[in-house]
């Protein structure tokens, strides 16, 4: 069944493999009126190009953005706007040898089971290419919420072992964590950044892989966001999350150690401040009953290390032989940091979604709109 | 926005509050021809209900299913199945000096800033009570599944502080795991689940509340099931498990413990076994690049610990006054041990939903169907 | 698959037989704060009922609504709205002998092949009390449309071969359309409804049944409702029609006429008019390319004659056999007058749902929302 | 609101203006292993274009359509299936005169109306241009379709006053159907082809336009598509249909005249033929209830004449002046002929659509399909 759509106000439709001549989406429901141009996405897009070689692959991938619909006079017109990356740096030769074996850790043998048979250059649709659509997409799902004062910023928080103390993060504004994390890794602290450039240097060269954690910070959701029961925020975002290939736990607030603490200590509590409610605390994450309450969302995602190494593994093939498959070809020993601006991409689809979800929820908002 | 509704294919529709006449839910797209009645559906009800008086409310929910539509002479007709459950047991008065502020760690705040009011009696449409609902309908999808072979069992792994150590749920069979969690924190190991008991006890002496871990193992799974991209089964399990009210964290397989391993280590490697492909090793918990791969399913909910307390917390209230609310009524000091129903019947329904949607993959399976 | 949900922002799922204990809907997506009650509901469900005996059954269908969910302090608290009403006048065993032969002109035959039996009993869900939930729906779209200004009244304007001249309707307004068309075929004209009347009465002798036309006319509606290309205004009116049992054909503003027409005749011509744009002629009956224009929006829905007639009729049955059918019960000649508010609903609940919709159309109308 | 997405489970999702790049659509849910190239759609799109000079624009537009994804090995993979066509032809300078007025009988008005602005060049996404990324869709449909033995054709039964007598399609093969109506107008009658086009030709001379009806029929669909209630098989094709920029009226069978008909008449009595159910007559249309009978499926759309002419006519601009506005540009005076392919598309896609979403009707059939 069709499920390469996301959202149900701020719709985006994904389609494209690796190995075909492109790949894009198309994003419809975009409200009319937004300033939009390539310039708004090539910037994220460039954010998710593999960066130093020294943690990530050697393919050049140079995608550029075409803007193919839904723009008039630099404004969206609030029909689809369709966007298409050209593949420019396939190399299906180096796939040969995985034609018909299932590589460890790879969606290859559900992909198999599932359709009878499968497009294994490059991982057809489980390929992290893929994710370029997504990207291009959250870049005006991004845009459209700094209309609204909603700002948000992923960055790397955990790279192997290479972990940010507690409370790091939380310390820097979201200008600050932009700045301090453009490094070849993504993470918002110098020193550490380098430890985890030498951890990844170190995985490649023992032919082996990492994961990590990366972590999302949101600024001025207004409270209200979310739908109760079954579309909350968290849920949504917990589906935005988990939709990225390597993404294998997802995280709200203090979500994990939550469950160990007391409800003394995990509820926020709160107090007047300069006229407004406010939360002394943030345990939760910007998210209680799965509407947002105003304060920072903090979403975490926990990617497991990139399945493709280049030691020999044990696995079988299609003829029902054991085998052992020596993976060919380039591959990033850890794909955290390309991935962070992924997270941010969903992020922010998820929260434009949820923005113009909202808008019916009053019968009093209603009538500002149309009395 | 509507946001009540869960699923594509098998999709439930639930509605009602804590202190309304009744609630229930309507699940639509059950395939003609399933055995049910309200036996098939009870005994769910039955396991969320409060249990043993040492870890929860003294409340009597005694919530019998009526099953009101879509079953003729025993079998489901292929149209919707409505149920209702009657509330019987609201005290709406317990409520009084809930109306005008926000209990810490709940919705309140957020539904007053989305709606511009709430029901305020038991948290309206976030009350736990909703749940009920959702085990009835994850009830008829657990049968359905159950004629393809596909069972599961949800328990605790960790309330507070007492957790199951590493590996000892996973030695278990399904049934074992039943068996052994028939006590009243739903613990499958009969000392912890004492000493779990004793915790709770010292908690509620405390005026405070507990959190925990509930893991469900679904088997059964054939490979296949999930879709590319957005839909991913485990994108669906995430959101199915985060729309559950207190849950903060979501994890698949090995998922946390990942972030920090190597690819040499994650990685399931695969043997011929018996004529089939089979993994040697399960640290994905049964799904690859969002697709089922045949092998067990393994996902686990964190919860934080129940937001009411009986202790005095500083809040404000609608009129922006600081004050400190003490909470009266009757709370469970922790809802772990009535959401293992919750969440096996959560993960009920994402498998039925994605079984449904799976049906049209492949050409050559509509052709079995049709010609 | 799922097939009983109408909607995407206001949106209704209904469900129920003829012959369970009762039928319903839930209504997921009405702005909180609308007032409602029972009293709002119980007039359009008292216009559906089988009127005048002359025109209608015999049954006795007295259909009280139950309001079970949604609602606190009087309003709407913008979580799901259950209804509900009890079937008290069901008698299974007139159905009998339909258990295993398809009825003439009745869904038996799709039922059977579709799901491999049906609940024959008054027809299961394509029994036309299903309509009673929409109706039920409808007026909770109708009170929130009125909010806005939008009217909305639907009449018969053919019964038979009983048909309102050209251009009588439109002469009228929506208060005198409803008081007009106070008599039991509903139909706007004191004399042609007596004439219809007494047609109804001899196809009834001769054991045969009627057809009719019915016009909704709905006015009010802001330019700019209905979204381009898949959701027009009219594809989401054309598919709430035809979603009616015996609807065979819809048609908007001129719609069959205009096919054999001329551009120069059939385009609306615009002149300013108080200040404000204004069509000189309403051939597009209020939507061009799918837009709502600002004209009052005039559909109509054409009914095939109700297919249960007394007369013995030549069919088969479940065995393969040639049979004579004899169909005894109680049956409506017509159904034209009592699904009057049936079309009246489907149309409200269109226009609530793209009225919601087009929340997001602008930027501009957002911020008013946000900021 | 997003509204540019077609179909539930075989999911078509449009985008493009007339006077961008490109336009085109994805295409999500096609299953697995269905043999496809561009040489399956441009005949399909070669069928769109304009014809004879006589009838139609003088523009060439030849859409040539590109396949980016969703194809591997001449098969469809299960993944989305993006097609895109480029825009030659577009020639902005035409419209200068029509950016702030608001053509008669077009959708200009309400689009202004909706988003604050418009993209005037060519009507923006109301263009008929935007049927060709359905056209392409529809093809694939149509390839799906053969493969379960559904054929269908549409062809023109009036133009302007020039109609084909009452039966003589019907009496016509699908394959005479084809044939019979290549010529410049799509009508299966040498004589009456002729007289329409010279009718269209006086038309044209007279600076008017016409209209006219398209028919469908589609033959080999099962008994048992569709869904009862909402997702009725002829409210699917309502909606299809409707969907389509100057359809105005849309019938199923006899429709029309059905109302005006008596039950002993429009019923289809049924008798066994060839050991199967056979309906003795077809005034239903093939659809009873919703669901599919096995009997052949007639639709038929009601095409209101282009609204583009070139007399002058009354209208307003946004600057609220009456004015005279003379469109110039090239336009066809009728869209009928060009319009059949997009009936035939809307048709495909809508049955396709419902043949997946019936997979799951029954437990034995899904148990065909996964024990």
């Not at 820097?172 to 602290?189: F, G, T, Y």
Request: aromatic share 6%.
């Amino acid at each position: 069944m069709a499920g390469s759509t996301f959202g149900s106000c701020f719709r985006v439709t994904t389609w494209g493999e690796s190995h075909g001549p492109a790949l894009g989406c198309v994003l419809d429901g975009c409200p009319a009126g937004l300033p939009l141009s390539e310039a708004d996405i090539q910037p994220y897009l460039d954010r998710r190009k593999p960066g130093d070689s020294s943690v990530s692959t050697a393919r050049k991938e140079d995608d550029a953005v075409e803007l193919l619909s839904g723009i008039f006079d630099g404004r969206t017109t609030g029909t689809p706007i369709s966007m298409m990356i050209r593949n420019t740096s396939q190399h299906s030769a180096d796939y040969g040898n995985l034609a018909d074996s299932f590589r460890p850790g790879h969606a290859d043998y559900g992909f198999d089971q599932k359709y009878g048979f499968r497009d294994y250059r490059g991982g057809g649709r489980s390929s992290g290419r893929e994710t370029a659509a997504r990207v291009a997409a959250g870049a005006v799902a991004a845009k459209l919420l700094s209309e609204f004062g909603i700002s948000l910023r992923a960055y790397t928080i955990a790279l192997g072992e290479v972990k940010l103390p507690e409370g790091a993060a939380s310390s820097l504004s979201l200008e600050e964590l932009a700045e301090r994390s453009a490094n070849p890794v993504c993470m918002p602290d110098t020193e550490l950044a380098e430890a985890a450039v030498r951890s990844v240097a170190l995985a490649r060269e023992q032919k082996d892989s990492l994961g990590g954690i990366v972590e999302c910070r949101i600024e001025g959701v207004p409270a209200g966001l979310g739908e109760p029961v079954f579309d909350k925020l968290d849920a949504r975002l917990g589906s935005a999350l988990f939709s990225i290939g390597a993404v294998k736990a997802v995280e709200i607030g203090d979500g994990i150690a939550a469950a160990a603490s007391r409800g003394s200590e995990n509820n926020d509590c709160m107090r007047m401040k300069d006229g407004k409610a406010a939360f002394m605390t943030n345990h939760a994450g910007g998210i209680l009953g799965g509407i947002s309450n105003g304060a920072p969302i903090l979403a975490r995602a926990y990617f497991k290390p990139t399945p493709s190494i280049y030691r020999p593994q044990e696995t079988v093939n299609e003829n029902g032989e054991d085998i052992v498959l020596t993976i060919a070809g380039r591959h990033d020993p850890v794909v955290v940091p390309r991935a962070v601006v992924v997270v941010e991409a969903m992020c922010a689809l998820t929260l434009a979604d949820l923005l113009l979800a909202n808008a019916g929820a009053r019968l009093s908002s209603m009538k500002k709109l149309y009395l």
